[in-house]
């Protein structure tokens, strides 16, 4: 069964203060890795997929890097805009396209 | 880029009463959606995978007759809650897979949904 665990649930950062995010998963024949930003009451939004380890992603402040078991989001100098809850979402093999979810991780930046 | 459009985004009606939902892609055709719903501070559960032209596939434990799904064109997927109760309110989401470029998936803005 395809499973996805994100750790820590909840980090709270300094402006500036770097960190990194983690996604650990279980899926048969990965087919893509999914990070995506939620802001409250809203829908997700789309940050990276990564479809085969060693590869990496970045976008300003976010780089996101893939094993054959996790994937991290990495965070550098964040800023208070980066506080949302990131969602890691694995698409696998044996579906037809559905993603599954992490539990996320809400980051809060203080300034 | 490619933007999926819910609606409502919020409503609230009363128990036993059914309340539809729409998710439409504004740019792109999807012959697939898919509908989560999400608790607070929880993640997103995958309800059911819309299909243009044919039955939805529903996720286990979801009720099919509770949930309906009618995927009528390749731009909109409508999700509708039959009879609703206090314990259906929640925030739905939807999905749209891009037929064309690299099929990505993009979501809808989401829509809560309270039962009082």
């Known amino acids: 069964e395809d499973q996805v665990t994100q750790s820590p649930e909840a980090l709270r950062l300094q402006e500036g203060e770097s960190s990194s995010l983690n996604c650990s998963y279980t899926?048969?024949?990965?087919?893509?890795l999914f990070w995506y930003r939620q802001d409250p009451g809203k829908g997700p939004e789309f940050l990276f997929t990564l479809y085969s380890a060693g590869e990496e992603k970045e976008k300003e402040r976010l780089k996101a890097t893939l094993t054959k078991k996790e994937s991290f989001l990495h965070i550098t100098a964040p800023k208070p805009e980066d506080s949302a809850t990131y969602l890691c979402?694995?698409?696998?093999?044996?579906?037809?396209?559905?993603?599954?979810f992490g539990q996320g991780t809400t980051l809060q930046v203080k300034p | 880029g490619a933007v999926v459009s819910q609606h409502p985004s919020r409503v609230i009606c009363k128990s036993g009463t059914s309340v539809k939902i729409e998710c439409r892609s504004l740019d792109f055709q999807a012959t697939t959606m898919f509908w989560y719903r999400q608790f607070p501070k929880q993640s997103l559960m995958l309800m059911a995978t819309?299909?243009?032209?044919?039955?939805?596939?529903?996720e286990q434990g979801v009720e099919k007759d509770k949930f309906l799904i009618n995927h009528a064109s390749l731009t909109l997927s409508t999700l509708t809650v039959t009879s609703a109760h206090p314990e259906d309110s929640s925030f739905y989401i939807c999905?749209?897979?891009?037929?064309?470029?690299?099929?990505?998936?993009?979501f809808g803005e989401g829509s809560r949904l309270t039962v009082l």
């Open positions: 899926v048969s024949g990965l087919r893509g």
């Open positions: 979402a694995v698409h696998g093999s044996g579906n037809t396209g559905k993603l599954i």
């Open positions: 819309s299909n243009e032209g044919s039955k939805a596939t529903y």
């Open positions: 999905s749209a897979r891009d037929d064309g470029g690299t099929g990505e998936l993009f």
